[in-house]
């Protein structure tokens, strides 16, 4: 009996031994994680930061990789004459364009509200789901984020107990981030990722196929997008929302009108340009079929700029 008791304590104790050795390990592997990300002076990092925490702008702009590369902030300062900046970040989508919201109207007040959306985006995709994985690092420090990214799965705040977990996504632009330290360029284009040159076929102009999108929407998509109108409507901003050019004659015609009836309901503007025939008919201002280039997003632009100050 005496024997068996000894070898279960030789092993209870090898068992609390490796945990304390995993939970230093983690711990310690994720406070260097956390050091070089809250550091990170460039980068994609760098701007979601900047963004939630930093900015102070007048106007600001929301979006996926279509805000950031279709908006020129300097050129709607210049034409404005108020602060503006870019938040959007290529690959994150609606949640996180209404987590940057979340975040800064914590801090303050903007005066206008620009949100680039694809009407796309409200279908269900896990692929929405999955990038909420950019969003970890802040579940901690940003409570206000915790619901959304909760939504990415139903063992978020298990696996949020690891301190590597929040990072683990970073780990590549992490690395990227601090080889190139000068943030001279990012802070001088405001957010704001200009794309050159078109890959645009030339044979198929005039060819795009009319085609009508349906997919299932996404309800936590809708209740996003509505409480972030609500609460533009509530603070006295002005919210104007685009769907910015693409080269394609593609229609989501359920999910677009869901996007104009939440807005009319809250007093905000949506302006499609999703299907727009002039720039369907000027390829050139396209550098793949979903983004504009540096020429087109300056003529995209000046559109927005237009329908800031008229709206």
Same mark, same amino acid.
């Given at each position: ?91 994150? *989508?609606?949640?996180? +364009? ?6 800064? @109207? $914590?801090?303050?007040?903007?005066? =206008? &509200?620009? #949100? ?12 929405? *789901?999955?990038?909420? +994985? ?6 901690? @420090? $940003?409570?206000?984020?915790?619901? =959304? &990214?909760? #939504? ?12 590597? *977990?929040?990072?683990? +996504? ?142």
């Amino acid at each position: 009996m005496q024997k068996k008791y000894s070898h279960y304590g030789r092993f209870t104790l090898n068992g609390i031994l490796f945990l304390s050795i995993c939970f230093t390990l983690d711990l310690t592997i994720g406070k260097i994680l956390q050091h070089f990300y809250f550091t990170s002076k460039t980068g994609v990092n760098f701007e979601t930061r900047y963004s939630m925490d930093s900015t102070n702008a007048d106007i600001i702009i929301l979006g996926s990789s279509r805000a950031s590369h279709h908006y020129i902030p300097q050129l709607i300062q210049d034409s404005i004459g108020m602060s503006c900046y870019n938040t959007g970040r290529d690959g994150n *989508y609606l949640f996180y +364009s209404y987590s940057i919201f979340k975040s800064i @109207t $914590k801090r303050y007040t903007p005066k =206008i &509200i620009v #949100l680039d959306i694809n009407p796309d985006e409200l279908g269900f995709n896990q692929k929405y *789901y999955d990038g909420l +994985s950019t969003l970890l690092p802040y579940y901690k @420090t $940003k409570p206000e984020l915790q619901r =959304i &990214i909760n #939504l990415k799965s139903c063992f978020e705040r298990i696996k949020l107990q690891s301190s590597i *977990y929040p990072f683990n +996504s970073t780990l590549l632009e992490l690395f990227k981030a601090n080889l190139n330290a000068n943030s001279e360029v990012t802070k001088a284009l405001k957010g704001y990722i200009p794309l050159y040159g078109s890959s645009i076929n030339k044979s198929k102009i005039g060819k795009v196929e009319n085609e009508v999108v349906s997919a299932r929407i996404d309800t936590n998509k809708i209740a996003v997008l509505t409480d972030l109108a609500k609460e533009c409507n509530k603070l006295g901003v002005k919210l104007l929302v685009f769907n910015s050019p693409r080269y394609s004659n593609a229609i989501n015609v359920k999910a677009e009108k869901y996007i104009a009836d939440i807005m009319k309901s809250n007093r905000a503007d949506f302006t499609n340009y999703g299907h727009d025939n002039y720039f369907l008919t000027n390829p050139d201002l396209f550098k793949d079929a979903s983004h504009l280039n540096n020429n087109g997003a300056i003529v995209f632009t000046n559109l927005v700029i237009d329908r800031i100050l008229n709206r």
